[in-house]
């Protein structure tokens, strides 16, 4: 399944991991992306990759809103819609 989402956050969710790769298109500012060592803020531009199986969390800073677009993909999806050099990156 190949599908996305356009959308406001308002509110952290939790820390979560899933079987598809997600790629995320922010924006705005007023969250980041928070992984086990790293976080990542949303800034206008940013595109950030997510492969699956990496637990992540969306966070948004107090009375925000974070505007993103996100892109998920099956492995199946993978094979048929990334080259073989992007699919050694996810």
């Keep these: 399944m190949?599908?996305?989402l356009k959308a406001k956050i308002s509110a952290t969710a939790s820390v979560h991991s899933h079987g598809i790769a997600e790629l995320i298109l922010c924006?705005?500012?007023?969250?980041?992306?928070?992984?086990k060592d790293?976080?990542?803020?949303?800034?206008p531009g940013r595109t950030l990759l997510i492969p699956p199986g990496v637990q992540?969390?969306?966070v948004?800073?107090?009375?925000?809103?974070?505007?993103?677009?996100?892109?998920?993909?099956?492995p199946s999806?993978?094979?048929?819609?990334?080259?073989?050099?992007?699919?050694?990156?996810v």
């Design 2 to 4: 190949f599908w996305s």
């Design 56 to 58: 992540h969390q969306v």
């Design 27 to 35: 924006y705005g500012d007023g969250g980041y992306l928070k992984g």
């Design 77 to 89: 999806d993978m094979q048929q819609f990334l080259s073989p050099v992007q699919m050694s990156t």
């Design 38 to 43: 790293y976080n990542i803020d949303f800034k």
């Design 60 to 74: 948004v800073a107090d009375k925000m809103q974070a505007m993103i677009k996100i892109f998920c993909m099956s």
